[in-house]
């Protein structure tokens, strides 16, 4: 089986460029496999900068919500970067609890079945503080938990802090 990594960092710690880097070493072929939604320019701008800086022969897959399903559409042996886990969680809070557990259970049981290696980013919610309203506290605690189960299926974990990679976890 291959290796599965998970990437955590702050806002602009260098994670994905650290994941990309990863994903750019496994060996094999790179699928990107993308959960932002353009839901305004700006944000739109920032996918378009991410998509101008990845190499030209990477594949592309925009899927916000069903990341299991992704898993199993993909050829043998092919790397996924998936990026990032904040956005998805986002999106699947906006799905509603029924999507959320079910989308969420499937992609990390998916992951020990996929063959090829997966780099997945995520933030890391943790180190900042308590927010102020009860959606913001939701999603640090369900990011919190989804790291956490990331954590213990993945094979390594690192974590980007100023642009350098920490090894939290790594294999035996």
């Known amino acids: 089986m ?11 710690s260098g994670k994905t460029a650290l994941a990309e880097q990863v994903a750019g070493e496994s060996g094999a072929a790179v699928t990107y496999v993308a959960t932002a939604t353009a839901g305004d320019d700006e944000m739109a701008r ?5 998509q101008s800086l990845r190499p030209d022969e990477w594949g592309l897959v925009e899927e916000p919500v069903s990341l ?3 898993l199993d559409s993909q050829p ?13 969680l986002s999106n699947l809070l906006q799905s ?6 079910m989308e969420k259970n499937r992609f990390i049981e998916g992951l020990g079945g996929y063959a090829g290696p997966v780099v997945i980013v995520s933030n890391e919610v943790g180190l900042g503080t308590i927010g102020m309203d009860p959606l913001t506290r939701r999603f640090c605690d ?17 974590m980007s802090v100023a642009g350098l990679p920490l ?3 790594a294999p035996a």
């Open 2 to 12: 291959a290796e599965k990594i998970l990437v955590l960092g702050g806002i602009r």
């Open 46 to 50: 920032r996918i378009r900068r991410h």
């Open 68 to 70: 299991g399903r992704v």
């Open 76 to 88: 043998t042996g092919v790397c996924l970067l998936v990026d990032c886990m904040s956005l998805w």
């Open 96 to 101: 509603g609890d029924q999507t959320l557990d």
């Open 142 to 158: 369900e990011l919190g938990l989804l790291n956490q189960a990331l954590a213990e299926v993945c094979d390594r974990v690192l």
């Open 167 to 169: 090894t939290l976890k």
